[in-house]
């Protein structure tokens, strides 16, 4: 083994000896080159004042060379901000900034110990490197039924992964703390588990209330205390659009300083927050001692090193001008009230008894998305009838479920979006 990743493991055997142990073999033998050409690059940029021929870029009259064709575009920016590779962690003015806007949605994160956010590729990116640095082939990764289906490519195949599903919902629709209480408690005292929770979750729209939140923390606090190491991460990739009475803020602060046994990860980003997508600037933070975060920060770093090397710059510069700006927020809060408006005016619908007795819909108060529970056809035969009849794209997920993404469509075409799903049912009853 490499003697930086030996000296990297050294300091969390030493300082959290349990996060050690939730290491994957990958985990335990990444490591961030101290000596390298990155190293001797950055060494050169305090030292080098006549000339530094270290890094792989071109410069040009004392800045980094670019064409007209792409600058006359971005006028607005200055190259340096654009044209060379950011650091492999990210900008860290974007690092601090994201950080400051944790501590200051999230309340709860007061006074807990956390590291500083790493710039990924988006939140896929930030999920891959949780796979790769805690988790094993056999490995249980608990998630519930209701899923974004890249974890089963994220966490099984990639890693090959024990995937663990629960029934997201109780029979009275809320969430089941119960079922993931029995899926931790499945794996051996001396095991590890690695738990996702996706609020606003997608499929469903749906984010926990208080009392649920509070019994999510009691289960991994109980699972921890029974002897096993459990590895808890906050997909918050719709975090902030909350519409309803839910949990305002992501679990990553409830779960931090939670327990010795209990490593909690987020993972979060710009991309679905400030509407962003392409952009994929994301980020992953670690919660734990300030030494066990240095050292999972150095082996994420060498993952990042390992893979894409660096994210994107100009998506880092962009989004730091946003949130920099005395507008952001006031912008923000207009998409808000859009999304919110679009959710409202589908629970309206659904709840006016126009569309009869053909579905009920799961709980949605949040996200992008909500889910019909189709009661009389097929979800992939209607999803067929509304696309190639309607012109109408929707996702069927399983037998009886319908996924419809109200973040695309207006307000003032949601019934008849409606309207024409309901047309479909019927158009299938009659065959």
Same mark, same amino acid.
């Given at each position: 083994?490499?003697?930086?990743?030996?000296?990297?493991?050294?300091?969390?055997?030493?300082?959290?000896?349990?996060?050690?142990?939730?290491?994957?073999?990958?985990?335990?033998?990444?490591?961030?080159?101290?000596?390298?050409? *990155?190293?001797?690059?950055?060494?050169?940029?305090?030292?080098?004042?006549?000339?530094?021929?270290?890094?792989?870029?071109?410069?040009?009259?004392?800045?980094?060379?670019?064409?007209?064709?792409?600058?006359?575009?971005?006028?607005?920016?200055?190259?340096?901000?654009?044209?060379?590779?950011?650091?492999?962690?990210?900008?860290?003015?974007?690092?601090?900034?994201?950080?400051?806007?944790?501590?200051?949605?999230?309340?709860?994160?007061?006074?807990?110990?956390?590291?500083?956010?790493?710039?990924?590729?988006?939140?896929?990116?930030?999920?891959?490197?949780?796979?790769?640095?805690?988790?094993?082939?056999?490995?249980?990764?608990?998630?519930?039924?209701?899923?974004?289906?890249?974890?089963?490519?994220?966490?099984?195949?990639?890693?090959?992964?024990?995937?663990?599903?629960?029934?997201?919902?109780?029979?009275?629709?809320?969430?089941?703390?119960?079922?993931?209480?029995?899926?931790? *408690?499945?794996?051996?005292?001396?095991?590890?588990?690695?738990?996702?929770?996706?609020?606003?979750?997608?499929?469903?729209?749906?984010?926990?209330?208080?009392?649920?939140?509070?019994?999510?923390?009691?289960?991994?606090?109980?699972?921890?205390?029974?002897?096993?190491?459990?590895?808890?991460?906050?997909?918050?990739?719709?975090?902030?659009?909350?519409?309803?009475?839910?949990?305002?803020?992501?679990?990553?602060?409830?779960?931090?300083? *939670?327990?010795?046994?209990?490593?909690?990860?987020?993972?979060?980003?710009?991309?679905?927050?400030?509407?962003?997508?392409?952009?994929?600037?994301?980020?992953?933070?670690?919660?734990?001692?300030?030494?066990?975060?240095?050292?999972?920060?150095?082996?994420?770093?060498?993952?990042?090193?390992?893979?894409?090397?660096?994210?994107?710059?100009?998506?880092?510069?962009?989004?730091?001008?946003?949130?920099?700006?005395?507008?952001?927020?006031?912008?923000?809060?207009?998409?808000?009230?859009?999304?919110?408006?679009?959710?409202?005016?589908?629970?309206?619908?659904?709840?006016?008894?126009?569309?009869?007795?053909?579905?009920?819909?799961?709980?949605?108060?949040?996200?992008?998305?909500?889910?019909?529970?189709?009661?009389?056809?097929?979800?992939?035969?209607?999803?067929?009838?509304?696309?190639?009849?309607?012109?109408?794209?929707?996702?069927?997920?399983?037998?009886?479920?319908?996924?419809?993404?109200?973040?695309?469509?207006?307000?003032?075409?949601?019934?008849?979006?409606?309207?024409?799903?309901?047309?479909?049912?019927?158009?299938?009853?009659?065959?």
């Amino acid at each position: 083994m490499n003697p930086l990743a030996s000296q990297l493991n050294d300091r969390l055997k030493t300082d959290s000896p349990y996060v050690y142990d939730m290491l994957s073999t990958l985990g335990r033998e990444i490591y961030f080159p101290k000596e390298g050409i *990155l190293s001797q690059s950055a060494e050169a940029g305090s030292h080098a004042k006549k000339y530094n021929a270290t890094i792989g870029i071109a410069t040009e009259n004392g800045g980094p060379m670019h064409l007209a064709v792409i600058q006359d575009t971005l006028s607005a920016y200055n190259p340096k901000d654009l044209y060379p590779y950011a650091p492999p962690a990210g900008k860290p003015e974007l690092r601090k900034v994201w950080r400051d806007k944790m501590l200051a949605e999230n309340p709860s994160l007061s006074g807990k110990s956390f590291g500083n956010p790493i710039v990924t590729n988006a939140l896929t990116h930030g999920l891959s490197i949780v796979a790769d640095l805690l988790v094993d082939e056999g490995d249980a990764v608990i998630y519930p039924d209701k899923n974004w289906e890249n974890y089963e490519l994220t966490f099984g195949i990639r890693r090959h992964a024990k995937i663990i599903n629960y029934p997201l919902f109780t029979e009275d629709m809320k969430f089941n703390s119960e079922g993931l209480r029995d899926a931790l *408690l499945s794996v051996q005292a001396g095991g590890k588990a690695v738990v996702v929770l996706n609020f606003p979750n997608n499929p469903t729209g749906y984010t926990p209330g208080e009392k649920e939140g509070n019994e999510i923390v009691a289960a991994v606090k109980e699972a921890a205390e029974a002897g096993i190491n459990v590895v808890v991460v906050t997909d918050d990739a719709y975090f902030g659009l909350f519409f309803e009475h839910s949990l305002q803020e992501s679990l990553f602060g409830r779960l931090a300083d *939670l327990h010795p046994r209990v490593l909690a990860v987020k993972v979060d980003g710009a991309t679905k927050e400030e509407y962003v997508w392409g952009f994929r600037v994301g980020f992953i933070t670690y919660a734990g001692s300030p030494e066990a975060t240095s050292v999972l920060e150095q082996k994420t770093m060498g993952i990042i090193r390992a893979t894409i090397s660096s994210a994107s710059h100009p998506s880092q510069t962009f989004v730091l001008q946003a949130l920099k700006s005395e507008d952001f927020h006031p912008q923000k809060e207009e998409k808000f009230a859009v999304m919110k408006g679009r959710a409202n005016k589908v629970k309206a619908l659904l709840d006016s008894g126009k569309y009869g007795d053909v579905w009920e819909y799961y709980p949605f108060n949040s996200g992008y998305f909500m889910c019909l529970k189709l009661k009389t056809v097929d979800a992939e035969a209607l999803r067929q009838r509304l696309l190639h009849e309607y012109g109408v794209g929707t996702i069927a997920l399983g037998d009886h479920d319908l996924r419809i993404a109200f973040s695309c469509i207006a307000e003032e075409n949601l019934e008849e979006i409606f309207d024409l799903i309901h047309q479909a049912v019927l158009d299938l009853q009659q065959g």
